[in-house]
T-cell receptor, first 112, second 113 residues
Framework: QQQVKQSPQSLIVQKGGISIINCAYENTAFDYFPWYQQFPGKGPALLIAIRPDVSEKKEGRFTISFNKSAKQFSLHIMDSQPGDSATYFCAASKKGTYKYIFGTGTRLKVLA | DGGITQSPKYLFRKEGQNVTLSCEQNLNHDAMYWYRQDPGQGLRLIYYSQIVNDFQKGDIAEGYSVSREKKESFPLTVTSAQKNPTAFYLC????????????FGQGTRLTVV
């Protein structure tokens, strides 16, 4: 029940295309779902996050779609750019607890 | 500038030696974490600490030890009991539990030969 399953493991997209990364969780007590972006040799940094009281959150070219009934959430990167090439992690946490549960990561490569 | 500082960036050790990775934060965050990153396995939690002098085991604590004597410092010792210590180690901190961001350091790449 503590797992967050992330797919795909790797993704190649043409410049200007849409990148989609999916995550699924089991624990219905999770109530905070962030996405982190990591460049090679660096630590991850928060990209965007959502709470289950909304079904979508958009920040610039990045959108989280959240499906509470299916226990799934996804990251959409519109107009993907070579600079978006990085590893993306979804995560989940529960209010009142200190643990983040991370997905296994998706390595995105955007071709110029 | 506020942030998390991990040192060193690269570390080489001989098999059978203990090694300590440093993590310092000046964000005044209560919670601190250690993660291990291996290709294809995401971020796996080693230990976390909610407050000074208190810490909890994560999912892969065997072969590791930590201390939290000061709020701003959370060093990780990789002991000789850790079977496969070569990895990228990340330290993180959070201000609290509710809908808060985790801030990460730049990581330490440990290679055991």
């Amino acid at each position: 029940q503590q797992q967050v399953k992330q797919s795909p493991q790797s993704l190649i997209v043409q410049k200007g295309g849409i990148s989609i990364i999916n995550c699924a969780y089991e624990n219905t007590a999770f109530d905070y779902f962030p996405w982190y972006q990591q460049f090679p040799g660096k630590g991850p940094a928060l990209l965007i996050a959502i709470r289950p009281d909304v079904s979508e959150k958009k920040e610039g070219r990045f959108t989280i779609s959240f499906n509470k009934s299916a226990k799934q959430f996804s990251l959409h990167i519109m107009d993907s750019q070579p600079g978006d090439s990085a590893t993306y992690f979804c995560a989940a946490s529960k209010k009142g607890t200190y643990k983040y549960i991370f997905g296994t990561g998706t390595r995105l490569k955007v071709l110029a | 500038d506020g942030g998390i500082t991990q040192s060193p960036k690269y570390l080489f050790r001989k098999e059978g030696q203990n090694v300590t990775l440093s993590c310092e934060q000046n964000l005044n965050h209560d919670a601190m974490y250690w993660y291990r990153q291996d290709p294809g396995q995401g971020l796996r939690l080693i230990y976390y600490s909610q407050i000074v002098n208190d810490f909890q085991k994560g999912d892969i604590a065997e072969g590791y030890s930590v201390s939290r004597e000061k709020k701003e410092s959370f060093p990780l010792t990789v002991t000789s009991a850790q079977k496969n210590p070569t990895a990228f180690y990340l330290c993180a901190s959070r201000i609290g539990t509710d809908y808060t961001e985790a801030f990460f350091g730049q990581g330490t790449r440990l290679t055991v030969v």
